[in-house]
């Protein structure tokens, strides 16, 4: 029998996602150079899916339990941005498909840059939908971040082109006639919440980003407004912009 040429088994590997024991022990035992390679790297990758899996059962049990009492449009609320000393606060909001697994979705803050770049796409896709709530900077001095970031929770739930029936809160409640539970830690107990604790970030960081050619010199699209050695430097060196938090209190002892 004519045995594949590693380009054939390099392809074969990129779509499967079991192999028979033939042809285990056949590219194991190919003396070539690189089929052990591709083996292992085939090996590497049906580890990782296995840990995706079972990432996106523990993450879905909320939802499930609450699909059990009936509801079935659940939308995760998480935001991105209470922290930091310049730009908005930003909430967004996710109804995830219940029969369509999204393996990798994690606390953004577990994620890197790139990461969230691809999930955040992959989200959009293929969500039942998805929204954002932003509070600006002078909303939130007139407000303190806490309302603010409930507003920009409530604008995001309003912003949704479906009305969910349940809601996943990290850690807050919303202010709109919702059933609804508050999740401490929920960015990494539920998917949904991940979920939109990715859409906020990347949201966010984009937002911070045109505020950087905007604004130049703070350098905001580095430290995304946080109150890093750059950005104090630069608050010392320039004073204050129209998107500071003046309320803040390195802003406002000066």
């Known amino acids: 029998m004519r045995r594949k040429s590693l380009k054939e088994w390099e392809a074969y ?28 790297r085939w090996e590497k990758r049906q580890e990782k899916r296995k840990l ?9 049990m909320i939802e499930r339990e609450w699909r059990e009492k009936g509801y079935r449009l659940i939308a995760g609320i998480d935001e991105a941005g209470r922290g930091p000393l310049a730009g908005p606060v930003v909430s967004a909001c996710v109804i995830l498909p219940e029969d369509e697994p999204i393996y990798g979705i994690n606390d953004s803050k577990q994620l890197s840059r790139a ?7 992959v989200i959009r896709k293929h969500a039942l939908a998805v929204s954002v709530g932003i509070a600006t900077a002078a909303e939130i ?30 850690a807050m409640t919303v202010d709109v006639d919702l059933p609804q539970q508050s999740l401490v830690k ?32 703070y350098e905001f699209g580095r430290h995304m407004g946080y109150a890093t050695e750059t ?24």
Do not use: W
């Open 52 to 60: 995706e899996r079972a990432q996106y059962e523990r993450m879905t």
């Open 13 to 40: 590997l990129r779509e499967a996602t079991v192999l028979t024991p033939e042809e285990y022990r056949e590219l194991a035992s190919d003396d070539r150079k690189g089929a052990r390679a591709l083996l292992e």
């Open 186 to 217: 929920g960015d990494a107990r539920s998917l949904s919440i991940a979920a939109a604790s990715i859409i906020a970030k990347e949201t966010r960081d984009q937002l911070m980003e045109e505020l950087d050619r905007r604004y130049p010199g």
């Open 231 to 254: 950005h104090l430097e630069a608050l010392r060196r320039l004073g204050p912009c129209p998107e500071h938090r003046m309320s803040f209190a390195p802003i406002r002892t000066g």
């Open 141 to 170: 001095d007139a407000l303190n971040i806490y309302r603010a970031t409930k507003l920009a929770m409530k604008r995001a739930v309003l912003n949704l082109n479906v009305r969910p029936d349940f809601l996943l809160v990290d």
């Open 115 to 121: 990461q969230r770049r691809h999930l955040s796409a």
